[in-house]
């Protein structure tokens, strides 16, 4: 069955954004970007794919990305309604009504429509973030691929951003990079 993969970069202290969502303290380490593109070149937004070598990449991994509203709509606010368009898009809104006919806006509850798309052939699905949709994806994550950089801000959008409830998962593998950053995989047990 298909996998449900929350890879996502993080903070020391667990923190995927700043407070008012900001993201660009974290950092674009060249070594862990050319680990992840060689491994998950589809998780490379689509207008960045050139740029960096990866116009034709074929998808290794995934060939479904889901994301909550407030992780689509940076892209959304730069005018870029489509900023996967090579994989299948789900985004969970109650608010979006459209956006773009390759972006598709859901509002059922994550868990099931996670579990529909789990019994459908085909690659693993990527869950793009942010942690309010992750936190209610929780018990649906097979597998999380964590991009630690060495920062700690203190306060932000956690990531995994709800109720306390303590969820044990193994680490599969962890690698640190020259740059301080380390990418850990972990499963669930
Ligand atoms: N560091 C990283 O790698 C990384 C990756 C991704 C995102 N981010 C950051 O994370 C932040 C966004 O995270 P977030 O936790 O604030 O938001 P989010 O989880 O991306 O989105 C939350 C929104 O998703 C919709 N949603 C959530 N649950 C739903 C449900 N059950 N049914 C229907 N819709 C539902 C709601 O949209 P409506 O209000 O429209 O209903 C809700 O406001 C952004 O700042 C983004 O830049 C960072």
Known sequence: MRKLVYYIGTTIDGFIAGPNGEFDFLPIEPDVLAAINAEMPETVPTQFRAAVGLADAPNLR???????????????????????????????????????PEVEIV???????????????GQDIWLCGGGHLARQLLPEIDEMVVKRYPLAIGAGISMFDGPFNPVQFAVASTRTFESGAAVITYIRT
Request: charged residues 30%; without cysteine; negative net charge.
């Open 62 to 100: 995934f060939d479904t990305v889901v994301m909550g509203r407030g992780t689509y709509e940076p892209a959304l606010k730069e005018g870029i309604t489509s900023p996967y368009a090579h994989l299948r898009q789900y985004v969970f809104s109650r608010t979006l009504t459209s956006s773009d």
């Open 107 to 121: 509002s059922g509850d994550p868990v099931d429509v996670v579990r529909k798309l789990k019994q459908e052939d």
